[in-house]
């Protein structure tokens, strides 16, 4: 049986007559990379601030590590570890003042972590400067560390990467599969770039004007994601029957506008070809294509219609 | 519990606005017993300045909590930080609990440094001296006592301010007009609304200048210690309320 690190039952927001979260069932499952995803304003941070304890749900229930009781789910709160929205640090202090409030109020013993989680992150050279002369990818990375100390089992990111330079993105992706692999740590992160999360995330929940539209696991999207070969050539129905009869299969589609995808022998375009040629039809376009998260994501929320 | 404390003094410690808070005020310490050397040395002494200052503290200390509640728990809803704060995995009243403990302890420092510097400075200047109408020492003693136990007081008050506000200028703004303009809207209320006068007698506005007076009834001790505890528990308990439904943002 599947154990959820956090599920959300039902769970409902409201903002005077906004709808900001609408009965969400969430279930975000151990040892997985749960990617977010949605528009601005989807609801996405604010189920987020529910979850880290910083908003209040109108109606609905969250259990997180099985518990569901308010004082309970305070206590395993400290199980977890998170970065909602922008990256809250005191601008005064540098970074290791700031990890050392995070320490201190953690009851984390020991300084060491310190440095080395600043290590992880990439910030152990950035000495006595303060947070506030920071890059905003820098203030992300600091945000993160802060979030790690203490090693949570629960890790909640909230568009992470936003200010990470290209390399920074790449080191974060490597850093949070890290994280999830060696250590088992369940991550919740939520992203507007979907190509990222496509990299990383082993669950996915797409939610849209504060519902949740799908959950699917990684799998699960790449056969959504079929991956085909475009063809088209000056008579379909003439390819249909030759696709048919010398490559045996019927996994293709004709579409109206004369295009056919063929999901089959996508890593054979060359035989395909052969075939269609060898029966007398001009190939006028052949080439293999696949739908990727991004145009899968736009199909779920109504914004391009799902062929 | 210990654990937030220990965060929260940290914080205050590298808090910016309250060391330059300490300064200021530490500053003016000084300057007051350099001007009255400069004006006239020769009838002064240590405690007769210090009486005369405390007037002049009883304005820095409301001004200083103040300015201390927005720069030390308005400005973390500003700089985000109250967000990491509340999903510590701790109950929001113990959150609030310690964030005020802390508060009130600097707050209490803070209110000390002023008629500190003018005792220790002015009895290295001019002796410690003493007062005709009652013992300095108890004086002393009674007078720094008081002004911590008021300052406890008034720290609740801004603490609640400043949560219920989530906003550095607001803070000071708001926190600044209760305390400076209560004094004398209570004085012309009262005199039209007797019940009113009544009330102000006896909460913490009212009464604390009485400590500061050389004769105090047992009454007036009575009253000058249950005031500023009783609007502690009051006011931290509205804070805790107040801070457990605030939305952080």
């Known amino acids: 049986m599947t154990e959820y690190v956090l599920k959300t039952i039902q769970l409902s927001e409201h903002y005077k007559s906004r709808i900001v979260l609408d009965k969400v069932d969430l279930a975000v499952p ?67 003042e700031n990890m050392e409030v995070c320490r201190l109020q953690k009851g984390v013993p020991g300084k060491d972590c310190i440095p080395k989680t600043l290590a992880i992150v990439g910030l152990q050279d950035v000495g006595n400067k303060k947070t506030r002369n920071f890059s905003l990818g820098m203030k992300q990375r600091l945000a993160i560390a802060m ?59 797409i939610i849209h004007r504060g519902r949740l539209v799908e959950q699917l696991t990684s799998t699960e999207l790449e056969e ?40 089959k022998y996508v890593k054979e375009p060359g035989k395909v070809s052969s075939v269609l040629v060898a029966s007398g039809l001009q190939i006028e376009a052949f080439m293999p294509m696949g739908e990727e998260l991004e145009s899968y ?11 | ?17 309250y060391r330059v808070l300490c300064l200021v005020t530490l500053s003016i310490g000084i300057l007051y017993e350099l001007f009255q050397l400069r004006s006239d040395a020769s009838n002064v002494s240590s405690m007769s300045l210090f009486v005369k200052a405390l007037g002049g503290n009883e304005i820095l200390t409301k001004l200083a909590i103040c300015v201390l509640a927005a720069f030390f728990i308005s ?21 609030y609990t310690a964030k005020v403990i802390v508060f009130t302890l600097g707050a209490a420092l803070l209110c000390l440094i002023f008629p500190l510097t003018d005792v220790a400075l002015g009895s290295l200047l001019y002796g410690f ?18 002004t911590v136990l008021f300052a406890a007081a008034f720290s609740t008050i801004a603490a609640l301010i400043a949560v219920s506000l989530t906003d550095n200028g607001k803070t000071i703004g708001v926190s600044i007009i209760l305390f400076l303009f209560i004094d004398p809207l209570s004085k012309k209320l009262g005199a039209e609304f007797p019940w009113y006068q009544h009330l102000y007698n006896n909460c ?43 939305e952080i943002r």
């Open chain 2, 129 to 146: 001296g003493h007062l005709a109408q009652v013992s300095a020492v108890e004086y002393l003693y009674r007078t720094l006592g008081f």
């Open chain 1, 297 to 307: 994501f736009a199909s779920r929320i109504g914004g391009v219609k799902h062929e």
């Open chain 1, 224 to 263: 959504k994601c079929q991956q085909y070969l475009h063809i088209k050539v000056d008579n379909p129905e003439r390819a249909s029957v030759a696709i048919e009869q010398q490559l045996h299969t019927n996994e293709f589609e004709v579409l109206p506008t004369g295009v056919i995808k063929l999901f």
């Open chain 1, 30 to 96: 151990k040892g997985s990379i749960y990617g977010f995803i949605g528009l601005n304003g989807a609801g996405k941070s604010t189920l987020m601030r529910i979850v880290t304890g910083l908003s209040f749900p109108t109606s609905g229930t969250i259990e997180l590590f099985g518990k569901s009781s308010e004082s309970e789910i305070i206590q395993a709160r400290k199980r977890m570890g998170s970065t909602i929205e922008s990256p809250g640090l005191f601008p005064n202090m540098t970074a290791y």
């Open chain 2, 204 to 246: 913490v506005f009212g009464l604390f200048s009485v400590p500061y007076e050389f004769r105090m009834s047992s009454h007036d001790v009575f009253m000058c210690i249950m005031a500023p505890i009783l609007t502690f528990v009051v006011f931290g308990v509205i804070g805790i309320l107040v801070f457990q439904r605030k």
């Open chain 1, 147 to 205: 979030a790690l100390l203490g090693d949570p089992e629960f890790l909640i990111l909230d568009e992470p990467t936003n200010g990470l330079d290209p390399m920074g993105v790449v080191e974060m992706r490597d850093l949070l599969r890290r994280l999830n692999r060696e250590l088992g740590m369940t991550i919740l992160i939520s992203s507007h770039i979907l190509s990222e999360l496509n990299l990383l995330a082993t669950h996915y929940g």
């Open chain 2, 1 to 17: 519990m210990n654990n937030l404390i220990l965060a929260e003094w940290y914080k205050l410690r590298k808090n910016m606005p």
């Open chain 2, 75 to 95: 400005s973390e809803y500003a700089n985000g930080t109250m967000k990491s704060t509340a999903s510590i995995g701790c109950s929001r009243g113990r959150i």
